[in-house]
């Protein structure tokens, strides 16, 4: 029945644009499913922890709060030392840089290589961090890995991370961010550790200014690329390919 009513809505068309019609499903499907689609999650339904059946251990989506002054422009706070979420995971960035990408541009996948003691097994190793003792943020080696902080201040994002570290779960995220420019809950910070490749597309017709932080200062021998030479408006085609490995 439901294709008969179908096929009589759209009787009005020509047999070629009847074969070749779709329709968009806004259908709210599982958190699960839409992380993995271009668009349909908001970096404000990862706030406060993502379920941890979906979510990628160790990466951190907060709020940040935006004062917009009338006439003059605005003024966005980021982290406080040892407070909120940064000091709950005892992070603090020993480098800041800004990034500007314009509309239209993507960047990554990026990659920064994770420390593990010599006496065990990476397996074994994020095992123990993040599975065994998760809240035992002291046995994180920010010192001796790169783990990025990061937030933007003008356009929107789309940020894809891929969880890479051996042993892990493969798990990917795909959300969106909107600058300090476009006030609102999607106005977020973003913690990615070591060995979860990320990457960023400018998903807006305004240029994208990013300000990040590191746990350790920049090494260009710890900035792993995969995929990443093509810039196009549209998510690369190779960015595809890496997404769907299994």
Known sequence: MADDQSNDLWRGLSSVARAALQTRDYSDSSLA???HQTGRVEARELVGGVPPEVGIPGVEVFQRRIFHQRYRGYFGEFAREGESVLGKIGMWPKQWATAKMFAGTSKGF?????????????EDWFKRLFVDEPTNYGLRPYDDEQWDVMFFIQGICEMFLIDER??????KMRFIIEGDDLRGDNNVGVVIPAGVA?????????????VYGTSTKFLPENEGRIEH????PETPADWEKFWDLV
Do not use: F, Y
């Open 166 to 171: 051996a042993g892990m779960p493969r798990k």
């Open 33 to 35: 499913a839409r992380l």
């Open 198 to 210: 990320h990457a960023i597309r400018s998903a807006s017709s305004q240029d994208l200014i990013m």
């Open 229 to 232: 030479a093509i810039e196009t």
């Open 110 to 122: 990026h990659i920064h290589p994770p420390a593990i003691p010599a006496d065990i097994a990476p």
